[in-house]
């Protein structure tokens, strides 16, 4: 076979391997792109489902619900919020300010009826605890009584605010997410001001950062 011949049987050759190689070369193409639109699509799904899961648990979890939970029963919007260690501080806070609510409203009244009772000459109904006082000065303190049964009401009324307030608050951040390199966080906390003296309760910010 001489140097011609052997050209035409190359090219013949060539000419017959070509339709092969370029259906390969289509077919390994096609397959690609069927695997890349199908990763495409499978991570276009899984994070249509992602979102789609997070808003249904961020819709769950409403402060709306928490604000209602502690305007009715106080505390009750922390431990929704799972917040269970300010329960105690709340229902604290609400058992001072009541107490003092009742004491001064107790005296109040005492000192009110033993007035009324002087002016009216009902001496029968005078109270003995007070026999130590003028009119002026059982008058006087009918008048301080009052004033501070007041403010142990205002304060009352603040405490059930700042309850509803922190459920709300707490309940809106649920879902915030703080990076490493930043935090903040509220938590009690116990201390002692000198070896001999005995620890206070207390709650501590910290901010800490890289």
């Avoid at 609510?101 to 109040?108: A, D, I, K, L, P």
């Avoid at 603040?158 to 390199?181: G, K, P, Q, R």
Wanted: with cysteine; aromatic share 14%; hydrophobic share 40%.
């Amino acid at each position: 076979m001489n140097m011609v011949q052997r050209i035409i049987l190359l090219l013949c050759m060539g000419l017959l391997l070509a339709p092969g190689y370029s259906w390969a070369q289509a077919d390994s193409t096609s397959r690609h792109a069927k695997r890349d639109k199908t990763v495409y699509i499978t991570e276009r799904q899984q994070k249509q489902e992602v979102f789609t899961t997070d808003s249904a648990i961020r819709k769950k979890h409403s402060p709306k619900i928490a604000i209602a939970l502690s305007a009715v029963i106080p505390g009750a919007g922390q431990v929704y919020n799972k917040r269970w260690w300010k329960v105690p501080i709340v229902y604290g806070a609400l058992a001072v300010s009541g107490g003092l609510v009742y004491y001064f409203s107790r005296e109040m009244v005492g000192y009110r009826n033993e007035y009324r009772y002087r002016m009216t000459g009902e001496t029968e109904k005078l109270d003995p605890r007070f026999s130590e006082y003028n009119d002026e000065s059982v008058l006087s303190l009918k008048q301080e009584f009052t004033r501070y049964m007041e403010i142990s009401v205002a304060a009352t009324g603040i405490i059930y605010m700042l309850n509803i307030i922190d459920a709300a608050v707490d309940a809106h951040l649920y879902y915030f997410d703080i990076s490493e390199d930043l935090a903040f966080r509220v938590a009690p906390t116990f201390r002692t001001i000198g070896p001999y003296a005995a620890p206070y309760a207390g709650v501590s910010f910290t901010l800490k950062w890289k």
